[in-house]
């Protein structure tokens, strides 16, 4: 199918149905976010994919009253790493060597020389590490659109909430926004059918030749 078309299918879908997506098709949404580039590959976020109804209804009473929360099919929390670890720098060339057997030698010089994240401090780290989370975002949605599933990226939410009724500082993570995947009703989604905003490309755009 064309790329194009699919951007053009997908929307921020503000009511949804509460049908169930196939396994399948959630898989290869999560593979997609598995296959996206983060800087120096690092993957410093969770996904989690919650399906149970009855914490999607706390999440919607303590932390986010939007209705695709409680309305959607699974509802994918994405939540950053607010730091790295040694540990985690640790984990990661562990599974350096284990996919592409560089040889200490070159995991000891490639580690010296992207540890340059480490001068940023505590608040730009976690910005930094956010950033790299949205990049899954726009994956997700373009692959759930090629799917003809449906998603609204949520940023509007109680993140002090959200992150202790996941207990994710305690895992050293923040929840960056969450991504509801479902099948649009039509008479909630007041968004289906409108027009796409978007600027003239030209406005976007300066090409300098
Ligand atoms: C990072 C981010 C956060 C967003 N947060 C919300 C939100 O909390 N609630 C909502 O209804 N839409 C939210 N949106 C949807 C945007 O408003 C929507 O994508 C934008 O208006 C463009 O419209 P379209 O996605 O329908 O093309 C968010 C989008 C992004 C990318």
Known sequence: MNLIEDLNWRHACKGMNGNKIPQQTV?????????????LGLQAYKVL???????KQR???????????????????????????????????????RKRNPGK????????KIEF????????MEGWLAKQTYIALGVAC????????DTVPVEGF????LNSI???PEQGLSATFILPLGYKDPNLDWMNKQPKVRKDLQDLVEVIK
Request: with cysteine; aromatic share 12%; net charge negative.
């Open 49 to 55: 994919v919650i399906e149970n109804e009855e914490l």
């Open 27 to 39: 898989e290869k949404i999560l593979e997609s976010i598995n296959l996206t580039p983060t800087s």
């Open 166 to 168: 996941l207990n994710l």
């Open 117 to 124: 994240f480490r001068e940023k401090n505590y608040n730009d």
């Open 59 to 97: 999440i919607y009473n303590e932390a986010c009253q939007q209705q695709p929360v409680t309305g959607c099919s699974h509802l994918l929390v994405f939540a950053s790493y607010t730091q790295i670890t040694d540990e985690y720098l640790d984990e990661y060339f562990e599974l350096i060597s």
């Open 105 to 112: 030698e070159w995991c000891d010089k490639y580690r010296k």
């Open 158 to 161: 109680d993140k002090e909430a």
């Open 142 to 149: 373009t692959v759930a659109a090629n799917e003809r599933i």
